[in-house]
């Protein structure tokens, strides 16, 4: 094969396919990343829900305490809404207990059509009445007036809900804080940053100036989980603060906010010293450190009633809002369905109070991308161009590596996805080894149809397999078998040169296929020789039982061959087998036009010898003593004799294998020969040649019994001075 036909070859595997495929990987990782499908922004926010247990404190903020009006509440007092008399009371009870702060999660938006100015109006409207009020005190005829006085002595925060769609309006609304901005060079302004509401859901107008406000929105997530609460949203041209913000504010005595951006947006908001990191719009990532009733809760009644403990409220943030399902203020979390509205309030003074808010830091969609990058290079060279025991740990660590650090970061406080990683090497993975398996497959088609016009089928798969390494090689154990047609000179000498070529290729045809038959290789034809092997290229199992078996197959198909051939040609053949087991250097050998795979070593030679010792014993198969020890119970073997075979120093025992069957019908000549070779062993010839004369008699076809009669007769009249029982051959 010319080296032009190599090239051709070796380029179908050029490095340019697998690169091109991924530089596209990552590329469309990189798009998806920037438009961030609604299907993986989902599985986004369940890896989020996953790592939130690595935020859990071994306990929540003392400060945020929940007034809830609660089902107890409800049934003491009434149904919502109460007469606003009863929320002054609420307040003027938590302003008696020394709270820091209530941040009340309640829109008062319309009068309290229960007060009785209200009833006594609408009574005149609807039913032309006349309700007398001069029994009441002039201070009950307004329930509005009295929660404003109410909200005026109390440190109390008022709700307000900004809208975000409709049209634009002017707002009544005062701001309640002085927002100082921080901003670094290149830095987006703040009203490019923040939420903007079109309008606003104020409250009354004659509770505006009693307390500071605080919008009370809490968006969920498009799944319906709420994940983050914004701290600031822009109504107009001024800035507001969340409920719970305002409230934490209104306990600090503090009413600037120091605002921090970049340019990705804002980045922190800070309260006194309390620094809380924030996304470019404004919201903190909750934590939820546990469900609902991780914060303490205080029913209502208990307050109005003043039997609540004192020291769960004194100087605490209160919140109060409901837990009643009826309300419609039920939320859902990453750790529980069913959260009330007014502990996610709670959530976020506990996080800022702790500083276990979670950050997304501005440099993420940096670090997504580079990550994107980075295990995409890698998980490039590993899937394109390493071997295949790469793929499995690539596969495994590259994604460990990025969970990891992702639960690193998490337990830092910010959030860095692993996810696009791991698509990534996913995909990258996929990719590529359909690429390489589509490759590979094509590479083997073309090299088998280039070398089968060379070598034989078994030699192709070897190839194939190697890639292209047409030159590689190792040391394997393997079973050599050799075969000879025994007279093969004299018998072409009676047939034309076409019948023997003929007939070698009606003799090769079954042989060969015998070979495969039971697993072995078939090395090359020399002349009226074949050579073949096993346990190469690929591993057999019990190989030299099955190069036996093989060996004695060929004997019985000459059985039925032969009466073919005598027709046929009018001859017969007869041949005779070697099989040798050990070590031997096998692979592809020869020159760059031309390659043969086959086998070199001491083994391979001995094999050869083996096959010649077949005349000298009179038997169709002689085994080495290595290979009778690899069949195992398989077959019967008849010792044969210890011999050191032309060109070897080392004695080598040979056996002629026998089917199990076979070797019990012939018992008692078995035993015969033993007791004759133990004598020869022994050195006592003249009883030895006694003993096989008897033998010779009774089976005279046995040329074995003729050849050791004939030695120990020589060496009776020549005793040898050291006798090892080792015959020297001095023939191949």
């Not at 919502?80 to 002054?88: E, M």
């Not at 088609?445 to 090689?473: C, D, H, M, Q, W």
């Not at 056996?655 to 012939?666: G, K």
């Amino acid at each position: 094969m010319t080296r032009a036909v190599l090239r051709r070859i070796i380029a179908q595997a050029s490095w340019f396919p697998a690169a091109l495929t991924g530089l596209a990987v990552l590329l469309g990782m990189a798009i998806l990343y920037i438009v961030q499908p609604s299907p993986i922004v989902r599985l986004d926010w369940k890896i989020y829900d996953s790592l939130l247990p690595l935020r859990a404190a071994p306990r929540p903020s003392p400060v945020p305490v929940i007034v809830d009006l609660d089902e107890a509440s409800l049934r003491e007092y009434g149904q919502w809404p109460w007469p606003r008399y009863l929320v002054a009371d609420l307040l003027d009870a938590l302003n008696g207990y020394g709270v820091a702060a209530v941040g009340l999660d309640i829109m008062f938006a319309e009068p309290d059509r229960s007060s009785p100015e209200r009833l006594r109006e609408a009574l005149r409207r609807d039913r032309g009445a006349a309700l007398n009020l001069d029994s009441l005190p002039h201070s009950l005829h307004d329930f509005d007036r009295l929660l404003m006085e109410a909200l005026r002595r109390s440190p109390a925060v008022l709700g307000f809900y900004g809208r975000f769609d409709g049209t634009s309006a002017a707002q009544d609304i005062p701001p309640s804080v002085t927002c100082i901005e921080r901003s670094s060079p290149g830095a987006i302004p703040l009203e490019r940053s923040l939420p903007s509401a079109k309008n606003a859901v104020p409250p009354l107008p004659l509770l505006l100036d009693t307390a500071p406000l605080g919008f009370i929105n809490v968006a969920p997530d498009e799944d319906g989980i709420v994940r983050k609460a914004p701290l600031l949203i822009r109504v107009g041209s001024d800035i507001y603060p969340s409920l719970a913000l305002r409230s934490l504010m209104l306990a600090m005595g503090s009413n600037n906010l120091i605002l921090r951006s970049g340019p990705y947006g804002l980045e922190s908001v800070r309260v006194g010293q309390l620094a809380t990191p924030v996304d470019a719009q404004g919201s903190v990532s909750l934590p939820f450190i546990g469900p609902s009733g991780t914060y303490p809760y205080i029913s209502a009644a208990d307050v109005l009633r003043k039997t609540a403990p004192p020291d769960a409220l004194q100087g605490r943030i209160v919140f109060v809002g409901t837990s009643a399902p009826g309300l419609l203020d039920i939320r859902a979390t990453p750790l529980d369905p069913i959260y009330p509205g007014v502990e996610i309030h709670a959530a976020v003074v506990d996080a800022i109070l702790t500083g276990n808010a979670l950050g997304i830091p501005p440099w993420t969609p940096a670090a997504q991308l580079l990550s994107i990058v980075a295990s995409g290079l890698i998980a490039a060279l590993a899937f394109g161009f390493a071997r295949p025991r790469i793929y499995l740990p690539v596969a495994a660590l590259l994604p460990a590596a990025a969970v990891l650090i992702s639960r690193r970061f998490f337990t830092e406080g910010l959030f860095v996805s692993p996810l696009y990683s791991v698509i990534t090497v996913a995909v990258m993975g996929a990719s590529l080894l359909f690429l390489r398996f589509w490759h590979e497959e094509r590479q083997k088609l073309i090299l088998r149809n280039a070398f089968s016009r060379y070598v034989s089928p078994e030699i192709v798969k070897r190839i194939t397999k190697l890639r292209g390494n047409l030159f590689a090689g190792e040391e394997r154990e393997l079973s050599i078998l050799f075969t000879d047609i025994r007279g093969f000179t004299s018998l072409s000498e009676k047939l034309s040169p076409q019948e023997v070529v003929n007939l070698l290729n009606r003799y090769f045809t079954p042989m060969t296929a015998l070979v495969r038959e039971h697993g072995g290789t078939l090395d090359k034809f020399i002349g009226d020789a074949l050579m073949a092997f096993w346990n190469a290229p690929l591993d057999v199992p019990e190989h030299p039982a099955r190069a036996v078996s093989a060996a004695l197959a060929m004997q019985e198909k000459l059985l039925t061959l032969n009466g073919e051939l005598q027709a046929e040609f009018g001859v017969g053949v007869r041949i005779g087998a070697g099989v040798h087991t050990g070590p031997a250097y096998v692979g592809n050998m020869g020159s760059e036009e031309l390659v043969n795979y086959t086998l070199i070593g001491d083994n391979v030679n001995l094999a050869s010898r083996l096959e010649g010792l077949c005349p000298q014993y009179g038997v169709g198969l002689v085994v080495s003593g290595e290979t009778m020890a690899g069949c195992g119970e398989a077959f019967a073997f008849h010792y044969l004799d210890t011999i050191r075979v032309k060109g070897k120093s080392q004695p080598v025992r040979v056996y002629a294998p026998l089917r199990r069957e076979d070797a019990a019908a012939r018992r008692e000549e078995f035993l015969a020969w033993e007791e004759a070779c133990g004598l020869y062993r022994s050195g006592d010839f003249p009883r030895a040649a006694e003993s096989l004369a008897v033998l010779c008699k009774r089976f005279p076809e046995a040329a074995l019994y003729a050849v050791y009669r004939e030695r120990a007769q020589t060496l009776s009249q020549n005793p040898p001075e050291h006798w090892d029982g080792i015959w020297t051959a001095t023939r191949k």
